[in-house]
């Protein structure tokens, strides 16, 4: 019989071919160049969002009392909103060695996309069980190469300095991957957690991708080369 994470990752697979066609839309772009830094903005309106909602699903955790799941979870999340500190301004730093000022990207209006990805997990998180949250790690905490984003900067002459943080994560996520399958195994999840779980995980995978082919029609419908010289 496979495992809670096998199956969870067997669904994420499901969805890869979703994910990787909206990449390869993106990375793949004749403008990457020019696209490149909106795609870094709107990372950012996620990745802020991290620590906040790893911090809320310590505090969710910690009011559900006699809950074993959550008892487990609540120093999980505590120590991972630890360790994701700063990342955000770490992309910031990135996005200003690139030319752009970081207070416009602070200025820029969230798409919805972005919204639906971050906000279904904060309903969640609040209305159902914080074990939700492990279903949105699962996807974006996936170890990927780190040798493809140089290649790919130094094909559009971008400066390594706008990847740093893309590439800290390549390093970090790996082991981070690891211990959530081991966490997710160790769960005395309940079928109805488990299935939330799944849906959360699906609900991302899905979302990601959607973030990702808004990012580029939003380039394409909104951008001449005049204009994407500026945020």
Known sequence: ???????LNFKISLLRPEMQAA?????????????FPHFLCTVHTTIRASVPMMELCERRCRELKNDPVAAQLAE???????????????????????GINPQTVLERVPSPAAASLVGSQYYWIENYH??????????????FDPQYFK??????????????TILLHAELDDGHRAELDQL??????????EEMLGISTIATASGTATLFNDIVDQFERTCDTAQCAQL
């Open 184 to 193: 997710i195994d160790e769960l005395p999840l309940t079928d109805a957690q």
């Open 1 to 7: 019989m496979s495992s809670r994470s096998e199956r």
């Open 151 to 164: 290649r790919l900067g130094r094909k559009w002459n971008i400066p390594e300095s706008g990847f740093r």
């Open 23 to 35: 990449a390869a839309r993106l990375y793949l772009h004749d403008r990457f160049d020019e696209l």
């Open 76 to 98: 999980y999340y505590a120590e991972h909103a630890v360790e994701e500190q700063l990342h955000d301004d770490w992309l910031l730093e990135d996005i200003e060695s690139l």
């Open 130 to 143: 914080p074990v939700a949250f492990l279903g949105y790690l699962a996807v974006l905490e996936r170890p």
